[in-house]
């Protein structure tokens, strides 16, 4: 695994024509009263950082910040702390980049993703971009939580009922996420044990301010561990090296 | 329920202040070898009406085109016949559309959705709206499939197993809704039994020509009927028309 | 005919490489107290329809919203009701959709065109496609206005002067066309013999408010009917089935 | 009258809360022949000097470049020297200097235009722009053949019919403009007896290239003169005084 | 020399494959009590012309507006009189003209700019064409400033310090270069000897009112004159003469 | 100084209306053969901790991505690993975050830049959320280069002749910045002794290979050190803490 941001032009040059180039995206959201602002991308890192690692590539700096969070999946845009990209921009941002590393002659393209909302505005970008890029080109996107099988949603909710991957937002998973990828920035003391009532069934705006609790938490993050967070990674992990190697190397 | 394309501007004008203003919004979009390519507006249309009647609303002219069609909900743009807009574009049409209703003097929007990749460039564009409209202003957003229970999940998929609401494309609930709403329009004897055999876990562009069956069928439609088309109807309509009642009329 | 919206995309496969594709697009505007919202589209879909029986042509969706009415030609944006697009948003939805057709395969394409304001857009939005279209591809656009003989004005206007086509908005060529195509929402009964004073020569914004008709309308209607509309839509209707003859079919 | 360009900001300062803007606009697009690229903005800074002396105002430094040129109202963009903006383009130059003024405080604005296809463009720019302007702006937008009656126009065609506004391309209106603005850059000598032979009614892409003759010329151009000038310049001046007067002045 | 305003198109089109096309573009923009607004575009269009005679070019009608005043290279937006074009727009406006100029044939241009703030924007307008433009196809951009040797520098400050380019703003070079250029639009009596004190040594916005003298000079402009400007206008031309030579004719 | 990347959304709600916010942005673009891609936005975030530590402000994730390398301030977008967004995806990024920002209640935001060709998109973005942000606000943007005093330059360009800022890249300056901020990163044994011959006084695309040297090293980079990186952070951030001081602090 090589970091982008570390490599000389000389080093990029060498490899961007072979290599799986990584781009991990995340956002400044909102994650409760105890995780940080920037869960999502450290997440993404993280995540990046070891698939760089299995199959020997280039992990790009990270887009620090995504699309507009929605109340069911992330709190809203109404607490402070969370900084929104409208929709135009995170397509144009994702599609000059995309663009810059296909002219720089890079053919094999990984988006790491780990906010949500990210997701069909990342496949815009990508979509424009494939309209008009060489064949021997291949982007992929993945984000994490597609990548988890039942069984372990099973041991990771063991005690607490899974709520659906829209509402784990600063709940178990990612808790216990960065307890393994960031553990000195969780505070469980100050976790609690709130979630969203009622699930919406429709969009309302302006955003209701009642519609999800006072400390940004969609779902319960009691029994929350690093143990937890380990599972999930070896299983995502896993599942990104045989995407990667299916796609790209073979 | 009145169709403002029939309606004059005077009694648009009497009306627009205290009532409901109903937008469908649709697709054109393979639906399968059995279903029409207006599938979605059809089913979104259907619905407007029947809340319009039930709440004494407006029905809007229908925006006919959607955004880009996935291989995992929709089949993806490469089934002829699929007329997709791009995400820039469904925004900026949408917001046009309305702050002209709030520049007129509306202050009750409800927009009726039926196609599932329309959901994040509706929501950015009412977004993008609720910033600047005045504050007696409401806009709310509705998707059929939100509004199902599990009981009727059950008994609609009495034989075949739920696939989930983003592979109900051209299936089950689709087919049943075009028996109900546009008989004629649908060719069961075309119907054949397939599927998407992997459901894919991340994305790849250029999108794989094999990713969904050639049919373009995510999931299988067999025992698709009239009954189950009133089945959904019947619950998503109380559900609308309480939100409806709920949200702007109380 | 064929109705796009209403076939498979099988039906829509076989055909799309040699037939015609004809694009409706209307508006949504005030058309006096007579006439519905809809009357462009009403128009535009009515022609298709004809247009597409005459020459086995498949009539796809229509654009039920145009570009901002204006005062000398349709009363202008301050009568609730009309709804206009922004010009930047109809050329991005009209490229988008002509983009989409060619690249499903579509090489000949008609728009049918009933909103006076939509032209200059209209055309921006085909000449921004051309320039990148295959060399095989073909695209027209038809106002009816343009395709009526003097000999017919004549006719039409047997009582009242012709006042020019601008102007013609709410009057007897559009009143007598929907007493042809839909008469059921045509209130003959409230029309006034009212029309626009003095045809402004130059243009003011803020658009004062006593520039037009506080009826909207901008011409005398007196003398509409169906007859009349006969007579246009036969006319128009020939005209439209030489030039599709013409530019696609020879 | 005084230019802009040739004022100091003292200058402009000490007036722009009082005096008339004038903003000219042009177009560099094929005029047959023998008359010039720059016919329209000539033309366009020709009156509004005129008018700018007259009423005491204040002209600004020509937009020198427009929209596209139309085949029926110009050629066409296939003749080498025609520089068309897009649509777009032309909306956010005209928006970005009309915002300018009023940031500057000034409030009675009057674009003065000779380019045909620029109209619909401009009118979106100024819509854009007057729906955040303050209360006591105003713009107006003025083409000098809006303003010429029939009995100029019998006068000028005293021997040539008149074909209509859009077709006055190039020919006796405009030649005599520029021999009245500028006879040094009129090659009379060149000037032959072409026309369009057929006016299409209706559109077709690409454009093809016989549809206007090779000289660009879209009407006669003979019996031009100076005289014919001066009478179309004298009447659309006074009515462009009229109006500004009315409008801004009273 | 040929003003392309002045040619018909059967001239330029004689020439438009082996000539060099210089576009001038300047700005309208304070330049303190003595300098006209217009000050940049007399200075390019004077450039333009000098090398078009002295390399047989054609040059274009100006872009007589450029990108926002800066407090510290123009004094900024604050001052009446100065009309500045958002990036974006700048941007589009270039990219059109170039577009349009190779679409005709043209493959030497040459852009002569002289608004320091418009630098950035039309290197990025450039950029973007030349992504896409024919292998053949070669575009140049030239400030006069940058090719003022420091022999030419102590020449011209011989009493007063050269404060750096930036700063000088309506000072001695551009006085002196309107004293060469338009004589009569110079009030050297109204001229003072004024300076920003205290350089910004950052950015701050609002931006502050005081940051810069009252009459919008940055530095002092006394012992301008027209033998100044002729020296500049020299060495400038002759260095745009070599430079033209070099890249396009060889 | 606090990452906001680590904060709870609770503990950047309790600081954001009083303290200052620092967005620190860079680029991805080629550094010579010694120092690696993201050198710029190790410098800008290094200021801005550092920056932050001094005055208690909080510190946001950065801008990973920046404007287009140019050739004669960063080598231009050939050299591989050169990462450049367009100018528009960089005005619209920024504007994005700051008006979230504000809309948070954040009304200091100071923008730390160390990428040369970031400047005027950054200025424009700023100028863009300006013209409706609250009164109260405040935005800064400090670029370190334009902080260091002669007396510092004297003692960095010791052996070595200053070249300009402009030219400073991956040479003295950058290096020992880097050598001071992340040693480990910097391979002082592959540095050679290159600099680009002759600094083009004019633009030329497309790009010629052979603008710049091979390496992509602008200036000599020999003589660099630590000490002289310390030499340049305690000046820059000396007069970034009385820059903030003054304008938010007092």
Same mark, same amino acid.
């Given at each position: 695994?090589?970091?982008?941001?570390?490599?000389?032009?000389?080093?990029f040059?060498?490899?961007?024509?072979k290599?799986?180039?990584i781009?991990?995206i995340?956002?400044?959201?909102q994650?409760?009263?105890?995780l940080?602002l920037?869960?999502?991308? %450290? *997440?993404s890192?993280g995540?990046?950082? +070891?698939l760089?690692?299995? !199959?020997?590539?280039i /992990?790009?700096?990270s $887009?620090n910040y995504?699309?507009?969070s929605q109340?069911?999946s992330g709190?809203?845009?109404l607490?402070?702390g969370t900084?929104d990209l409208?929709g135009?921009?995170?397509?144009?941002l994702?599609?000059?980049i995309?663009e810059e590393?296909?002219?720089?002659g890079?053919r094999k393209?990984?988006?790491?993703?780990?906010?949500?909302?990210?997701?069909?505005?990342?496949l815009?970008?990508?979509?424009?971009?494939?309209k008009?890029?060489?064949?021997?080109t291949k %982007? *992929?996107?993945m984000?994490?939580?597609d +990548?988890?099988?039942?069984? !372990?949603?099973?041991k /990771?909710?063991?005690? $607490?009922?899974f709520?659906?991957?829209?509402?784990?937002?600063?709940a178990?998973?990612?808790?216990?996420?960065?307890?393994?990828?960031a553990?000195q920035l969780?505070?469980?003391?100050r976790l609690i044990?709130e979630?969203?009532e009622?699930?919406p069934t429709?969009?309302?705006?302006?955003?209701p301010?009642?519609l999800v609790?006072?400390s940004?938490l969609?779902?319960?993050?009691?029994?929350?561990?690093?143990?937890?967070g380990?599972?999930?990674v070896?299983?995502?992990?896993?599942?990104?090296v045989?995407?990667?190697?299916?796609?790209f190397i073979?």
């Amino acid at each position: 695994m090589t970091l982008m941001a570390e490599m000389t032009w000389y080093e990029f040059n060498e490899r961007k024509d072979k290599d799986v180039v990584i781009l991990p995206i995340g956002s400044v959201e909102q994650h409760g009263p105890h995780l940080p602002l920037s869960t999502d991308t %450290i *997440i993404s890192e993280g995540f990046s950082k +070891l698939l760089g690692e299995k !199959t020997n590539s280039i /992990v790009m700096p990270s $887009i620090n910040y995504g699309y507009k969070s929605q109340p069911a999946s992330g709190g809203g845009p109404l607490f402070p702390g969370t900084i929104d990209l409208n929709g135009t921009t995170l397509i144009e941002l994702v599609k000059d980049i995309l663009e810059e590393l296909i002219r720089d002659g890079v053919r094999k393209i990984a988006i790491v993703n780990s906010h949500f909302e990210n997701q069909a505005f990342l496949l815009e970008a990508i979509d424009l971009v494939s309209k008009f890029m060489p064949n021997d080109t291949k %982007i *992929i996107m993945m984000s994490w939580w597609d +990548l988890i099988s039942q069984d !372990t949603i099973d041991k /990771v909710f063991d005690e $607490i009922e899974f709520p659906g991957w829209a509402l784990e937002h600063a709940a178990i998973t990612e808790t216990s996420l960065i307890l393994k990828f960031a553990p000195q920035l969780v505070h469980m003391d100050r976790l609690i044990d709130e979630k969203i009532e009622e699930v919406p069934t429709y969009h309302v705006y302006p955003i209701p301010k009642d519609l999800v609790p006072k400390s940004g938490l969609l779902a319960i993050g009691r029994t929350s561990s690093k143990e937890k967070g380990e599972l999930i990674v070896n299983e995502a992990l896993d599942k990104m090296v045989s995407i990667v190697n299916k796609e790209f190397i073979k």
